[in-house]
């Protein structure tokens, strides 16, 4: 990446995570857009928000620039993408970070509000596997405020069409490796880049202390979530978009 005089240009590092996630996601900016479309329609346009898992802050980027009057929390354990968040949003009062393991029974209490009009997370939960994920919807049902919303877009494959699932990863694959020859950066060489550098050496290490080389969690198909959500305490909860091969699943408290 490169430097700016005031030090690492956080900003170039930001953007590389997000063209880094769109060699995985070439629709992600849509569901970013349908999210937002759905906060807007629930809670209306000054939310406050809870980026669970945020890491670099993607969706708090695209949160504050379609909301300006939008407050937002971000949670993450990981140390390299949290300093590039925290070196993006530094100086802006809208935002905070928090450092917490979302496995861990206490880590809502490291939070600065009780409760939140819309809890958000995108392509990290899959992270987890069903049984702490079950719990953690149960907490997130706590979390949100009564009328408010819970969004989660992830891998949530269905099950059930396991030749249109086949016939849609070799898709997705062969234009992937289009892509990669013609200089996409994947997850593995994005990860060694910073490695490779001064200032997120260090913080890439202990992530991988903390994570290992990648996890295995679970990816229950997008009616697994909605049952999960209704049985956690939220009233209505339903897939509002989708994919051949990702989902988002809406909660409503």
Not at 180 to 192: E, I, L, M
Request: hydrophobic fraction near 40%.
């Amino acid at each position: 990446m490169t430097e700016t005089a005031s030090g690492t240009d956080w900003r170039a590092w930001q953007d590389s995570w997000d063209r880094q996630q769109e060699w995985y996601l070439p629709d992600r900016e849509e569901r970013f857009r349908v999210m937002l479309d759905m906060v807007e329609a629930v809670v209306g346009t000054e939310p406050r928000v809870l980026d669970l898992a945020c890491g670099t802050g993607s969706i708090t980027d695209r949160l504050l620039k379609r909301f300006p009057n939008a407050v937002s929390t971000g949670v993450d354990l990981d140390p390299a993408l949290l300093a590039i968040a925290e070196g993006t949003f530094a100086g802006d009062d809208r935002v905070t970070f928090v450092t917490a393991d979302l496995k861990d029974p206490r880590w809502t209490a490291q939070l600065p509000y009780d409760a939140y009009d819309a809890v958000l997370t995108a392509t990290a939960l899959h992270w987890l596997h069903s049984e702490p994920l079950t719990a953690l919807y149960g907490q997130l049902a706590g979390l949100v405020r009564d009328g408010g919303v819970f969004m989660n877009a992830d891998h949530m494959p269905d099950p059930a069409t396991p030749r249109l699932n086949d016939a849609d990863r070799a898709q997705r694959h062969a234009r992937m490796e289009q892509a990669k020859a013609a200089g996409a950066v994947d997850w593995r060489d994005w990860w060694q880049l910073a490695a490779q550098d001064p200032v997120l050496a260090e913080p890439t290490a202990k992530r991988f202390e903390i994570y290992g080389e990648h996890a295995d969690g679970d990816t229950p198909s997008p009616e697994w979530h909605a049952r999960t959500l209704r049985e956690a305490g939220f009233g209505e909860a339903r897939t509002v978009w989708s994919s051949p091969s990702d989902a988002m699943v809406l909660g409503l408290k």
